[in-house]
T-cell receptor, first 112, second 114 residues
């Protein structure tokens, strides 16, 4: 019940394309769903996050889609750029508890 | 935005020695900080939750006597790896929760034990 399953493990996208990464969770008590971007040798950086009271959140080229009934959420990166090449992690936590449970990560490569 | 720093950014030590890693919230106070460990090409695994002024809460399987955590102030938590061994070599990352309950991560500390 504590797991967050992330797919795909790796993703190759052409410059200008859309990158889509999916996550699924089991624990219905989770109510905070962030996405993090991590470059090699660096700590994760918060990209965008969503709470279950909305189905979609957009910030620039990054969009989270959230399906509460299916217990799934996804990250869409529009107009993907080579600089977006990094590892992306989804995560989930319970408000007030705030212990983040991370997905396994997706290594994204955007080819020029 | 909230900034979290870690020191040192990398450290090499001999087997059997102890290493201290600092985590600081630079522009906000954090009553709760978290310590994660990340092995190469793997995800982040929570080691412990550090609460200011009280004992840390360790995750199952994490040896509290080996990984000593101190959270003496609202802006500083330390992780001490005692009697380090090569299998402790990893990337250690802390995070601190801001007033909006959002966790922000530090840049990480690369520990190599020879």
């Amino acid at each position: 019940q504590q797991q967050v399953k992330q797919s795909p493990q790796s993703l190759i996208v052409q410059k200008g394309g859309i990158s889509i990464i999916n996550c699924a969770y089991e624990n219905t008590a989770f109510d905070y769903f962030p996405w993090y971007q991590q470059f090699p040798g660096k700590g994760p950086a918060l990209l965008i996050a969503i709470r279950p009271d909305v189905s979609e959140k957009k910030e620039g080229r990054f969009t989270i889609s959230f399906n509460k009934s299916a217990k799934q959420f996804s990250l869409h990166i529009m107009d993907s750029q080579p600089g977006d090449s990094a590892t992306y992690f989804c995560a989930a936590s319970k408000r007030g508890y705030n212990k983040l449970i991370f997905g396994a990560g997706t290594r994204l490569a955007v080819h020029p | 935005g909230a900034v979290v720093s870690q020191h040192p950014s990398w450290v090499i030590c001999k087997s059997g020695t102890s290493v201290k890693i600092e985590c600081r919230s630079l522009d906000f106070q954090a009553t709760t900080m978290f310590w994660y460990r990340q092995f190469p090409k793997q995800s982040l695994m929570l080691m412990a939750t550090s609460n200011e002024g009280s004992k840390a809460t360790y995750e199952q399987g994490v040896e509290k006597d080996k990984f000593l955590i101190n959270h003496a102030s609202l802006t500083l938590s330390t992780l001490t790896v005692t009697s380090a061994h090569p299998e402790d070599s990893s990337f250690y990352i802390c995070s601190a929760r801001d007033s909006g309950d959002r966790p922000f991560f530090g840049p990480g500390t690369r520990l190599t034990v020879l």
